[in-house]
């Protein structure tokens, strides 16, 4: 399974086909035209083992505690549940930020996520490196202004931003009670 309806899905696609029994691909708009290349397009449409199914989105993944043997998707047609061990996401590189603008989460020009001294106008003193410009507000990954954009990243800011969590937390805790 692959979500994604960019370049960087098409080539995975045309890579996964040639080593997977069959490979479907989920995409939220109307095909995949819009936002891939034309010989990709053609490529995945030649391509027997590939199902691409439009206007679909992940509801659930289904199996045990270990592993998913199953994804259930919304689509057109309702709700479909297909067989599937591994799944593969390419979200793209535009955030999904627009509902921050509500909640003085600072983001850069192209809508990336504030954190480090960027975030504090400089400031370093305290400043925790995924935090954003709202107190015990974090973020990570591809989201991040300055990150590298990577999956990878992403796995490795997950784990400190833990660390930094349980930080606050322990810090805010050690503080004094208001008085009322």
Known sequence: MLVGGGNSAGQAVVYLASHAKHVHVLVRGAGLAANMSH???????SLPNVTVRTHTQIESLDGDER?????????????????????????????????????NVNVDAKGFVLTEPEAHEGRTEGVMSLE??????????????????????AIGEGAAVVAQIHGLLAKREAMPAPVR
């Not at 010989?39 to 449409?45: C, K, S, T």
């Open 132 to 153: 954003t410009s709202v107190s015990g507000v974090f973020a990570i990954g591809g989201v991040r202004s300055s990150s590298t954009k990577r999956v990878a990243t």
């Open 39 to 45: 010989y990709l397009v053609e490529r995945i449409a």
């Open 67 to 103: 592993a998913f043997n199953a994804i259930r998707c919304t689509c057109p047609d309702g709700s479909v549940v297909l067989d599937a061990r591994h799944l593969f996401l390419f979200t793209g590189a535009d955030p999904n930020t627009d509902w921050l603008r509500n909640c």
